[in-house]
Every structure is written in structure tokens, then in C-alpha cells.
């Protein structure tokens, strides 16, 4: 019998293996350990929402990311999948069946019609396929409103999860059970979403997306793969909506209109279409700053626009790309040679933002205060704003921490360089 401690090939592919389950034994310790760290019902619900939308957004990257297909109407999908698990809420058998399998149904109701829509959507790529989400977007949410018996019009449609069946004894009464309920569900589709795309379809999807005519001349039908992954994104859209519906028990025609399409698109290109878990953490940040940052300001969605532009611009890759741009440094073992750089240039980066940030508050709150309110506060500290101090403090923030960021770019790429260039290369 061979000895696995002595054959090199073996050692490779346990290492290899435990390599790709490490991310995910770490993902379902988050999930599990979280909730005692953040134990605040206004934390957990966050982390919930943070976790319809991971699952919403890595649906949408099988379409964009996989296979190049830009829509402007997945939203349709996550809506009505929720709105079924909302009936299904109200239907009378609800009492004899588990809330866990809810969701089900939701990705059932999503396949669905993303059978119907990619059943002639997808025989177009581009521009052409695009133009047809968003047709066929507009047209469900103006039926939405028109189709009152399954859609409730204007007011929506609500329900109550605690008429389920009890599961293993928990009647989801709290949000903590809730929350292990969509952790569970965010693990399996995550997981089943990965699995797909190591799939020859999922393979093949990557080709029909940068090469269609190469991929027909091979033998494989371009249609045939965009409608199978135009399906496979609308069952986990569904998933994501059914659990929505769990987590607020109401859907209304905001769930599946063009602003929730143009969000999710929105987080995707922010997380990085590049990568698995990209659209993961473009979920993370966009419901970070959609809920603590909308606490502190009410133009937070100017920020969001702001870092969307910034992202498309400069990192078109996204967050996740821009973490694999460090990849090379660390193999080498140079990454140290960034610190000092990055503290030289970002800490002024941030000043210039933070100066930047402060005048825009202040003109907003000049400009749509009540009359007679000079007051406000802004970064924990409270000032009139008719002052000339503040305006002064901010000015002078932003544009020193420009000069020093421009000042101290130049050093930052030549340390950039020189952390991801071979010693051999170099000499």
C-alpha cells in the first residue's frame, strides 16, 4: 500500500485541497461566531441584509462576471421569487411547512422566469441582450403596480414567517434565529454558485464571454451557454428574495424595479467582476455605507456614486482586484517594502476626502437647513456652519492632503514596482 506522507503528488493535492476549503471553513466560522461579536439586533439585521445581497450579487456575477452578460433587470427575479414566498406565507398549508425551505420556492418562481425571459433574451449578447432586460424590467414593475391580486399594488404585499412549522423547535420569532437561518442558506448557495462555475458550462460561459465566435467554432452553442447560466443566476436571485421575504416579511414594487437592478450592478463592478468573491465584498461595503453611513448623513448616496465613479476609473478591476494586485508582493516576500508608502500617500488621501466631505456637508446643510438652524455636526464635532473656522479648517484639509498625495504618488509606484518585480527581473 502507497504511502501518502512519501508521494509527492499526493502531498500536492491535499495541499491544493485544503487550500480551496480553507476560505470556506473560515466563511462558516464567520457566519457562526459573528452574532456574539455584534450582538445588537440592529447589527444582526445589517448582517442579514448583507447577506441577501451577497447572495443577490454573486447571482448577478454568474450573468456579468461569467458570462459577460451586462442586464439591467435582475432585479425581476429576487422580486418575484420574493413575492411567491410571500403567498406561500399566507397560504393555509403554511402551518405544516418549514420556513427553511422557503426560500425554495422563491428560486423555483426565479428559474421560472428565467426560463420565460432567457428564452429569447439570451439568443442576443451585448448591447441587444441588455436593452432587453431592461425592457422586460420596466415592464414587470409597471405590472407590479397594475396586477394587484399577486403584486398588492402600491402598498405590496406582507406576511408572517411565525405561522411555519416549528424547525427543531425554533418558531424564527428573533432575529438571531433568522439570522443562522439566511447564514445556512448564504453557505449553500455560495458554495453551489462556486461549484457551478467550475462546471464545463460555467467553463464555457468564460469562453462564449470572451471569445462567442471561437466557442461555436468548437462546437458549443453561445445560446444554449448564456441561457443555461441566464437560468442557474435566476434560481440564486430567487433564493436571495425568498430570504428577503423571510427577513422583512413584506415585498413591494421596489424589490424588483430598475433602481434595485442598477444597485446590484452598482455593488458588483464596486466588489470586482474579476473574481469569485468579488461581488462579496462589493455586498459588504455597499450595505456598510447604505446603513451606518446613511445614519450620519443623508447624502451617503453621493459617496456611494463617488466611489462607483472612482472604481470604474482608476480600479477597473474592483475591490477584489485591486486586493489581487498585491498577490505578486507577497509571494515575493516585498510586501513590506509598501507599508511606509502607503502610510505617506493614503493617510493624505484621506485628509484631502475628509476636507472634501466637510464642505459638501457644510453647503447642504446652508443650503436645506430650517431657517434660523445654523448648527450641525459633522464628524462627532458640533459648529455653526455660517463660521468662517470650518470652511477654513476643510479648505486647508483638502488641499494639503492633495499636494502631499500628489507630492508622494511618484514614491508609491516606484515602491510598487520595486515589491512586485523579481530580484533577477530588477538586476
Request: glycine share 10%; with cysteine; proline share 4%.
Amino acid at each position: 500500500m502507497t504511502d501518502i506522507s512519501q508521494n509527492p503528488q499526493a502531498r500536492q493535492h491535499g495541499g491544493v485541497t485544503l487550500r480551496v476549503a480553507m476560505p470556506w471553513i473560515v466563511g462558516a466560522f464567520l457566519i457562526l461566531v459573528l452574532p456574539f461579536v455584534f450582538q445588537s439586533n440592529s447589527a444582526i439585521t445589517i448582517m442579514n441584509q448583507m447577506s441577501i445581497t451577497i447572495i443577490f450579487a454573486l447571482s448577478y456575477n454568474m450573468l456579468l462576471g461569467q458570462g459577460g452578460m451586462l442586464s439591467f433587470g435582475h432585479a425581476v427575479y429576487m422580486g418575484m421569487g420574493g413575492f411567491l414566498c410571500v403567498h406561500v406565507m399566507n397560504w393555509d398549508m403554511f402551518g405544516s411547512l418549514p420556513l427553511p425551505v422557503l426560500p425554495i420556492f422563491g428560486g423555483i418562481m426565479g428559474m421560472v422566469m428565467a426560463l420565460i425571459i432567457g428564452s429569447f433574451s439570451t439568443r442576443k449578447a451585448g448591447t441587444v441582450f441588455a436593452m432587453i432586460s431592461l425592457g422586460v424590467g420596466e415592464l414587470i414593475a409597471a405590472c407590479s403596480v397594475i396586477i394587484v391580486v399577486f403584486f398588492g399594488g402600491e402598498e405590496g404585499i406582507s406576511g408572517d414567517r411565525t405561522y411555519g412549522m416549528p424547525f427543531l423547535g425554533y418558531e424564527f420569532l428573533s432575529q438571531i434565529e433568522v439570522y443562522y437561518l439566511i447564514g445556512f442558506w448564504l453557505f449553500v448557495s455560495a458554495l453551489l454558485m462556486f461549484l457551478f462555475s467550475r462546471t464545463p458550462i460555467g467553463r464555457m460561459a468564460n469562453a462564449v464571454r470572451d471569445n462567442p465566435e471561437r466557442a461555436e467554432f468548437l462546437g458549443y452553442s453561445s445560446r444554449w451557454v448564456r441561457f443555461n447560466s441566464f437560468v442557474a443566476a435566476g434560481f440564486f436571485a430567487g433564493i436571495a428574495g425568498g430570504l428577503f421575504a423571510i427577513s422583512y416579511e413584506i415585498l413591494t414594487e421596489e424589490n424588483l424595479n430598475l433602481v434595485t437592478s442598477g444597485s446590484i450592478l452598482l455593488v458588483t463592478f464596486l466588489g470586482g467582476v474579476g473574481v469569485f468573491f468579488g461581488p462579496i465584498i462589493g455586498a459588504i461595503v455597499f450595505t456598510l455605507l447604505q446603513t451606518v453611513l446613511s445614519l450620519e448623513t443623508e447624502i451617503w448616496s453621493l459617496y456611494v456614486g463617488a466611489l462607483f465613479v472612482a472604481t470604474v476609473m482608476f480600479f477597473p478591476s474592483g475591490l477584489a482586484g485591486v486586493l489581487m494586485m498585491h498577490a505578486p508582493a507577497f509571494k515575493l516576500g516585498k510586501w513590506q517594502m509598501l507599508i511606509v508608502p502607503y502610510i505617506k500617500t493614503l493617510v493624505p488621501a484621506a485628509l484631502c476626502i475628509v476636507g472634501i466631505a466637510g464642505i459638501v456637508e457644510i453647503l447642504f446643510h446652508a443650503r436645506h437647513s430650517a431657517v434660523g438652524e445654523t448648527e450641525m455636526t459633522l464628524f462627532w464635532i458640533t459648529f455653526d456652519h455660517t463660521s468662517i473656522m470650518p470652511w477654513i479648517v476643510f479648505a486647508v484639509l483638502a488641499i494639503v492632503g492633495f499636494w502631499i498625495t500628489r507630492k508622494t504618488a511618484p514614491d508609491l509606484v516606484e515602491a510598487w514596482h520595486a515589491a512586485t518585480t523579481p530580484d533577477e527581473v530588477s538586476r
